[in-house]
């Protein structure tokens, strides 16, 4: 499982369809969490991600140094699905989406990583899976990071 994790002032994901527009989510400070699924992803991938994710210390404590996590500071968490995480684009010009989980299995693992989140006491906003949609956000910092359940950097 993937995820970029953008710092946000706020954010929002609109829901595109039939040529009209809908807000899906919106937070003010939190995260703004693009999240990808692949085949062998299990709920311990989902666990782990929402876990990082809830005590990530990103942002700033009374020295300025990033110490706190989103937990600490009340923050909110919008999430998305994004199946172009496991885009791979090395060959061609057209990438290939293989690696992403099919739609039943990536759509109930997503699901169980919101779950996982406002386990931990989040506010937890979330776009519509399989909808054509439209993200708006402040990222603060700028803060960005890459997290992969299965890989070690």
Same mark, same amino acid.
């Given at each position: 499982?993937? %995820? &970029?994790?953008?710092? &946000? $002032?706020? %954010? /929002?994901? #609109?829901?595109?369809?039939?040529?009209?527009?809908? $807000?899906?989510?919106?937070?003010?400070?939190?995260?703004?969490?693009?999240?990808?699924? $692949? !085949?062998? #992803?299990?709920?311990? #991938?989902?666990? *782990?991600?929402?876990?990082?994710?809830?005590?990530?210390?990103?942002?700033?404590?009374?020295?300025?140094?990033?110490?706190?996590?989103?937990? #600490?500071?009340?923050?909110?968490?919008?999430?998305?699905?994004?199946?172009?995480?496991?885009?791979? %684009?090395?060959?061609?010009?057209?990438?290939? =989406?293989?690696?992403?989980?099919?739609? %039943?299995?990536?759509?109930?693992? *997503?699901?169980?990583?919101?779950? *996982?989140?406002?386990?931990?006491?989040?506010?937890?906003? $979330?776009?519509? =899976? /399989?909808? !054509?949609?439209? &993200?708006?956000?402040?990222?603060?910092?700028?803060?960005?990071?890459?997290?992969?359940?299965?890989?070690? =950097?």
């Amino acid at each position: 499982m993937r %995820a &970029v994790i953008q710092k &946000v $002032t706020h %954010a /929002q994901v #609109d829901i595109i369809e039939n040529n009209s527009r809908d $807000t899906g989510g919106k937070i003010d400070n939190g995260f703004m969490i693009l999240l990808g699924v $692949t !085949h062998d #992803d299990t709920e311990a #991938d989902a666990r *782990y991600i929402a876990d990082k994710a809830a005590n990530l210390r990103i942002f700033e404590d009374e020295n300025g140094k990033l110490n706190l996590s989103l937990k #600490d500071v009340g923050g909110s968490v919008l999430l998305v699905s994004q199946f172009t995480l496991y885009a791979d %684009a090395r060959s061609g010009r057209r990438p290939s =989406f293989s690696h992403a989980a099919h739609a %039943a299995q990536a759509a109930a693992l *997503y699901q169980r990583t919101a779950e *996982y989140l406002r386990g931990h006491g989040l506010t937890v906003e $979330t776009g519509r =899976f /399989q909808t !054509h949609m439209q &993200v708006t956000l402040c990222n603060d910092g700028p803060v960005t990071l890459l997290l992969d359940s299965q890989k070690l =950097f």
